[in-house]
C-alpha cells in the first residue's frame, strides 16, 4: 500500500509492478499520478486516522510504503505490531515526517554539524526566534515538502509574511515552524543512500541540485566534490540511517561550506532530485533501488554509468485538464527525454513534468543540465478548462 502517489511513487510502483506485486495507491484526491499505474485506489484523508486504519483493515497489506509527510504516522507502530512491514521503519517515517524530529536527532543526539535553529509556535514565537538566530535565514513548517510554505527571512519586514506563508503551506494541523541560520555553501547535494535488510549500506554518486521557492529546479549526476567531503557526507548519512532503521532508499541532502559538511535534511524515500537517475545515470534508477531494498532483494553494486541532469516543467495557472505542446521539440536531441506526471490539475509553480538529458561519462555536466533546462523551457503546460 502506497501512501501518497505523487511522481516519485507512480516510478516506485512501475519498479515493484514489474517484480510481481500487487500495489494500492491512496491519495487525497482521485486520478493521482501513482493510481494511474496501480491495481487499486483509495482516496481518503490520511491525517484521518480512523480513516487510515480502516483502508489497512480492509486491504491487509503485506507493506505499507509513505510517500507524503501528511500522515497519522503513530498508526504506524500498531501496524508494525500487526506484522505490517512500514517502510523504511514506524520509527523512520515518524521521526523524517517532522522536521523538528529529525534535526533534534540529528543535532543533538547524533551531534552532527547542522545550521544554527529554533523553532517557533506562532508570530511573536517566531519574531523571537529571528532575533536569535539572525537575518537572513530560512522559515520551513515542521511538515512541508517541495518548498511549499517555506521562505528566506532577509529583512525584519519580512518575518510576518514568512509566518503567514508557513501556514498555508504546511501541511497537516502543526503550526510550529523551524528557523534556520542562512548557511553559506557553494554546492547542494542528495547522497540517496540504500539500507538493505540483508546488506551493507549503499551510496548513489552525489547528486547536485539547485532550488528555487524551496522545491529544486534542476538536479545533476554526478556532482563533483572533494573525497573527503564525499567520505563524510557517507559516514553522516549512514550515521542517521542506521539511527532510524528500516530498509530502503534515502535522500540525505546536505550544505558544502568551506568549514565543511553540514547536514540539511533527510527523506526515507525516493528524493525529487533523484529522478535525474530516471536518465539512465545508474545501473538501477533510485525507484529500482527503493523497490529491492524493501522487497529484500539483493543490490549487488550502484554503478554510475552516464552523466546526466534534470529540470522541472512547471505549471504557471490553475486549472483542470492540462495538456502539453512542445513535447516534439524538447525530444529532438540525442540524450533527451521527458517524464510527464499525468497530475489531473495545474496551479502556478506545480511541478508537472522533468525533461532529462544525458551523455556518457566525462562529458560537461554544466551541458547537460543546460540542456535538460533549455528542454524544460520548450514545453509549455496548458489547460482545456480555466
Known amino acids: 500500500m502506497l501512501l501518497g502517489s505523487g511522481e516519485l511513487g507512480k516510478e516506485f510502483v512501475i519498479a515493484v509492478k514489474r517484480l510481481g506485486h500487487h500495489v494500492i495507491a491512496v491519495d487525497s484526491y482521485n486520478d493521482a499520478p501513482a493510481q494511474q499505474v496501480a491495481d487499486g485506489r483509495e482516496v481518503i484523508d490520511m491525517l484521518d486516522g480512523l480513516a487510515l486504519d480502516a483502508i489497512v483493515a480492509r486491504h491487509q497489506p503485506d507493506l505499507i510504503v509513505p510517500e507524503i509527510e501528511a500522515i497519522r504516522t503513530e498508526r504506524f507502530y500498531d501496524y508494525e505490531k500487526e506484522g505490517i512491514q512500514v517502510v523504511p521503519s514506524a520509527r523512520a517515517a515518524n521521526f523524517t515526517?517532522?522536521?523538528?524530529?529529525?534535526?533534534?536527532?540529528?543535532?543533538?543526539?547524533?551531534?552532527?554539524?547542522?545550521?544554527?535553529?529554533?523553532?517557533a509556535a506562532s508570530l511573536e514565537e517566531l519574531h523571537a526566534a529571528v532575533g536569535e538566530v539572525g537575518i537572513p535565514c530560512v522559515v520551513k513548517p515542521l511538515m512541508s515538502s517541495s518548498g511549499k510554505g517555506q521562505s528566506t527571512v532577509k529583512s525584519e519586514a519580512d518575518i510576518e509574511k514568512a509566518w503567514s506563508y508557513s501556514q498555508s503551506g504546511k501541511r497537516g494541523d502543526i503550526a510550529e515552524v523551524i528557523v534556520e541560520a542562512f548557511v553559506q555553501f557553494h554546492t547542494e547535494i542528495t547522497l540517496l543512500t540504500v539500507t538493505q535488510k540483508n546488506g551493507v549500506t549503499l551510496f548513489c554518486p552525489p547528486i547536485g541540485h539547485r532550488q528555487e521557492r524551496g522545491d529544486y529546479q534542476e538536479s545533476w549526476q554526478p556532482c563533483m566534490i572533494s573525497d573527503a567531503h564525499l567520505k563524510e557526507a557517507e559516514e553522516i548519512a549512514e550515521k542517521v540511517t542506521r539511527s532510524l532503521t528500516g530498509a530502503g532508499i534515502w535522500g540525505v541532502e546536505f550544505f558544502l561550506a568551506d568549514e565543511g559538511i553540514y547536514f540539511s535534511e533527510l527523506s526515507p524515500r525516493p528524493h525529487d532530485t533523484g529522478m535525474v537517475t530516471l536518465a539512465g545515470t545508474q545501473n538501477l534508477s533510485e525507484f529500482e533501488l527503493h523497490a529491492r531494498a524493501v522487497l529484500g532483494l539483493p543490490i549487488p553494486e550502484i554503478i554510475l554509468l552516464k552523466a546526466g541532469a534534470s529540470a522541472v516543467v512547471l505549471a504557471d495557472r490553475a486549472g483542470t485538464n492540462p495538456y502539453y505542446t512542445g513535447v516534439e521539440d524538447a525530444l529532438g536531441e540525442p540524450g533527451s527525454d521527458i517524464r510527464i506526471f499525468g497530475k489531473p490539475a495545474t496551479r502556478p509553480y506545480r511541478r508537472m513534468a522533468v525533461t532529462l538529458a544525458s551523455d556518457q561519462l566525462g562529458s560537461d555536466v554544466d551541458a547537460l543540465k543546460a540542456k535538460a533546462i533549455a528542454n524544460a523551457a520548450k514545453v509549455k503546460v496548458l489547460n482545456t478548462e480555466l
Not at 515526517?97 to 523553532?119: F, H, P, Q, S, V
Open 97 to 119: 515526517m517532522n522536521r523538528k524530529a529529525i534535526r533534534d536527532l540529528a543535532a543533538k543526539e547524533l551531534g552532527l554539524r547542522t545550521a544554527n535553529y529554533r523553532y
